[in-house]
């Protein structure tokens, strides 16, 4: 009895199991009869006998591809079913599930806006020491043009200061601390320099200020009894004129020729000693103070030598500034008379 072939496919113990075996049969047949062949073109036999084989050869593929669509198709289906069932078990499932998983989803949002919050109250309380320590350090630079005074609060401030609060950052908060009290000590020193050199400034002014009240009110003094006897002079010399009778009229003898203008030095009268005699004034001051420019060899011609030099600048007593003026005021007046005479 001849067993038909056919091509099956099934599924036996839970495995499947696939037999073409009517293809492998026709296969083995056409490899016997196709396998190496070869044809001649060019005739019209050849070319007959080419196709006709090809057309074999592609009736049993077809052939193939259809009895592996019509085996698979109970599959497909059972595939479907097995698909269909376990979607609308796993919807059952998830009903179930999707609750307690929307619980632990929002716990565990819970717990990480939780460690979110301890991140970002542990960075500001980081912050706060941080800054705290920053502000420390930034009062040398607040500190720079104040006062010693207040440089000096400020350092008391600081040398008061708890740290205890600074928690792990104490230590560094500590050492910031040593370094600003040592430069705020070294703002202070300055401080102090610079303030003491003010007020030295502001008393030397002031000295210098009394000093020139007093030469002024001596100038305006001299120049009220220059101005006293001149006018004596001038009263004495009308009274003189009108007692002298008039000269006969003569020949008069030819004019001598003018002498050469003489600067009389004006020997220096002593001055007064002060309690603290003020500081030499410079040739340049002396001349601001009068108005118009002297030089240190006029000067010496009327009696008066610098005391001392300060690189180019020439000093000189300033309690000698009336006693300038006052040889001025004669030289002056010489100068008038031998131009009237």
Known sequence: ????????????????????????????????????????????????????????????????????????????????????????????????????????????????????????????????HTDAIAKIAGYVALATDLQAERIANGIGYLEGLDLAGFEEYQTEATEARARTIEALRALHAKAVAREDEAARL????????????????????????????????????????????????????????AAAPVVVPMARKPAAAPAAEAPPIRLGLISERLGFTVTADFLHLLGFDPVATEKAAKLYRAADFPLICAALVDHIQQVQERAAA
């Open 1 to 128: 009895m001849t067993t038909e072939l056919i091509d099956t496919a099934e599924v036996r113990d839970g495995k499947a199991i696939v037999t073409y075996s009517r293809t492998e049969a026709a296969l083995a047949d056409l490899r016997d009869k196709y396998a190496g062949a070869t044809y001649d073109l060019t005739t019209t036999a050849g070319d007959k006998a080419a196709r006709a084989g090809r057309l074999e050869l592609k009736t049993l593929r077809t052939s193939l591809e259809d009895k592996r669509k019509e085996l698979k198709a109970p599959a497909l289906e059972f595939g479907k079913k097995i698909d269909s069932e376990a979607a609308r078990l796993t919807a059952e499932i998830m009903a179930l599930e999707q609750p307690i998983d929307n619980q632990i989803k929002a716990d565990e949002i819970r717990r990480e806006n939780e460690r979110r919050a301890k991140e970002e109250a542990e960075a500001a309380r980081r912050k706060v």
């Open 202 to 257: 502001e008393v030397e002014r002031a000295e210098q200020a009394r000093v020139a009240a007093e030469q002024a009110e001596t100038a305006r003094k001299l120049k009220a009894q220059q101005d006293d006897l001149d006018r004596q002079r001038a009263e004495l010399a009308a009274q003189q004129a009108a007692a002298t009778p008039a000269p006969v009229a003569a020949t008069p003898p030819p004019p001598a020729p």
